[in-house]
């Protein structure tokens, strides 16, 4: 079994900074990716920032500049530093991480229960 945590959510004013968190745990294999999504309501999920092989970058046009992406290889962690919010990355932001359980070949996505940013104006 596999499990996304995600930490670091909050309310924040318009220009500050938030750091989020996400733990992948349970018996995995290996980790391609991770990555965060976002969902604010009445909108459909959107990618935010996916790193690949720990070192590999992507980043959505509307956060590049601003977002960071990182990973922490021994604790299977993605954090996701957050500068200069706005208003409009209000949402709920979703871990994701395409992974290898043990003793199985094929990967496969999984996805975190999300948290919440809030920016204000």
């Known amino acids: 079994q596999v499990q996304l945590v995600e930490s670091g959510g909050g309310l924040v004013q318009a220009g500050g900074s938030l750091r989020l968190s996400c733990a992948a745990s349970?018996?995995?294999?290996?980790?391609?990716?991770m990555g965060w999504y976002r969902q604010a309501p009445g909108n459909q999920r959107e990618f935010v920032a996916t790193?690949?092989?720990?070192?590999?970058?992507d980043y959505a046009d509307s956060v590049k500049g601003r977002f960071t992406i990182s990973t922490d290889g021994a604790k299977n962690t993605v954090y996701l530093q957050m500068n200069s919010l706005k208003p409009e990355d209000t949402a709920v932001y979703y871990c994701?991480?395409?992974?290898?359980?043990?003793?199985?070949?094929?990967?496969?996505?999984?996805w975190g229960q999300g948290t919440q940013v809030t920016v204000s104006s």
């Open positions: 994701y991480a395409r992974l290898r359980r043990e003793y199985t070949v094929r990967y496969s996505d999984y």
């Open positions: 790193i690949t092989g720990g070192s590999s970058t």
């Open positions: 349970g018996s995995i294999s290996s980790i391609n990716v």
